[in-house]
T-cell receptor
């Protein structure tokens, strides 16, 4: 079974609107961390936001927020007020446990296109 | 103020000809990673170093080797590149291996095998 599932290969959003990118995960480890990265066409992966499994509140970083629903094992990324520069591939990733914490498992990504 | 630097950005090699990709970091991070990313796919971890401790992924082909001569530098050696090794190779670092440690990625090296 895939550890990280991103069910939307591609998404479109109108400039200035909000968009939600889905991510579900699978783990039996009570300790884990969830990350979202942005990868523009230039190739560099850019860290956006982090949510720890024990965090009580949903993470927010500027226009990015993470809708963390632990019981559903979902960690959706919400981008508010989309900008043309948000067009990129977005990856959800997870780290599990303490002994395995050096490694991140990535989802297959969602390509976001922001339309003017 | 580049933090993770990868050279070259583009590398062309011939089938079977050894090639080395390099990564350097100015962050003084303990952990360095190498990922392989094929077109429109998830990055796949090849190996990582925690300080000098080398950790190979079970499914990383023997064709791929790595060296970390000091904290700042890490190299990816592909001994006999095949056509299937054409990909983007991403280097990343993190301060430590804790759950919340952010990985900082370099711009990647795009490898083409002729």
């Amino acid at each position: 079974a895939q550890k990280i599932t991103q069910t939307q290969p591609g998404m479109f959003v109108q400039e200035k609107e909000a968009v939600t990118l889905d991510c579900t995960y699978d783990t039996s480890d009570p300790s884990y961390g969830l990350f979202w990265y942005k990868q523009p066409s230039s190739g560099e992966m850019i860290f956006l936001i982090y949510q720890g499994s024990y965090d009580q509140q949903n993470a927010t970083e500027g226009r990015y927020s993470l809708n963390f629903q632990k019981a559903r094992k979902s960690a959706n990324l919400v981008i508010s007020a989309s900008q043309l520069g948000d067009s990129a591939m977005y990856f959800c990733a997870m780290r599990e446990g303490v002994t395995n914490a050096g490694k991140s498992t990535f989802g297959d990504g969602t390509t976001l296109t922001v339309k003017p | 103020d580049a933090m993770v630097i990868q050279n070259p950005r583009y590398q062309v090699t011939q089938f079977g000809k050894p090639v080395t990709l390099s990564c350097s970091q100015t962050l003084n991070h303990n952990v360095m990673y190498w990922y392989q990313q094929k077109s429109s796919q998830a990055p796949k971890l090849l190996f990582h170093y925690y300080d000098k401790d080398f950790n190979n992924e079970a499914d990383t082909p023997d064709n791929f080797q790595s060296r970390r001569p000091n904290t700042s530098f890490c190299f990816l050696d592909i001994r006999s590149p095949g056509l299937g090794d054409a990909a983007m190779y991403l280097c990343a670092t993190s301060r430590d291996k804790g759950l919340g440690e952010t990985q900082y990625f370099g711009p990647g090296t795009r490898l083409l095998v002729l």
